[in-house]
């Protein structure tokens, strides 16, 4: 009669094995999903670090001397400098930069479009057209004399002693300030280094 009841001690080992790998695989669907999570929050991340890189540095920098020509009464009539590629940096369209000259008496702001105001002298290029690409040097020459069209400063806003900033704004990246001062006395016709 023993031999017809019912025993489940044979069963226990191979219900145990069922529920052990059932639980690895389990484990490693879930580690699967958490790896992949994990790696996609970590390339969102490394984006976001090289896009805020190339927005907080500036697309150009200063290379060379920032001058300024003298004008009648002591006054600044131009302003230039040289312009390249900041190191790593993706090319930049030069006649959309924008530039904003200011003193403690005034403040200007004009495109690098504007040819009357914004002279353009290459002096490296190495492919013709409008792009500032690396290995190349540009000369900017900025007319701040007394122009009529209401934006250019008057004899008297950009005088000796005066401190003077130029901002660079290219179309990417962060703003280049240039701030100098104006020489103690000015010729007119006379180029000055200014610092």
């Given amino acids: 009669m023993k031999s017809f009841e019912h025993n489940d001690e044979g069963f226990t080992g191979l219900e145990a094995a069922i529920v052990l790998i059932a639980f690895v695989v389990v484990a490693a669907v879930f580690s699967y999903v958490v790896l992949g999570a994990g790696f996609f929050t970590t390339q969102k991340a490394q984006e976001t670090v090289h896009t805020g890189v190339a927005q907080a540095t500036s697309a150009v920098e200063l290379s060379g001397p920032v001058m300024v020509a003298g004008g009648g009464a002591n006054n600044v009539t131009n302003i230039s400098f040289y312009l390249q590629l900041a190191a790593g940096g993706n090319a930049v369209d030069i006649t959309k930069i924008g530039y904003t000259v200011s003193t403690p008496k005034n403040m200007s702001t004009v495109q690098g479009s504007d040819s009357t105001r914004v002279n353009i002298h ?53 703003s280049l300030p240039i701030t100098r001062t104006i020489p103690a006395a000015l010729n007119d016709g006379i180029w000055y280094e200014v610092y």
């Fill in 122 to 174: 290459w002096l490296k290029q190495i492919a013709p057209g409008n792009l500032l690409e690396p290995r190349e040097m540009v000369l900017i020459d900025l007319n701040v004399g007394d122009i009529n069209d209401g934006l250019g400063f008057t004899n008297a806003d950009m005088t000796v002693n005066d401190k003077l900033t130029v901002e660079v704004k290219p179309p990417i990246g962060s």
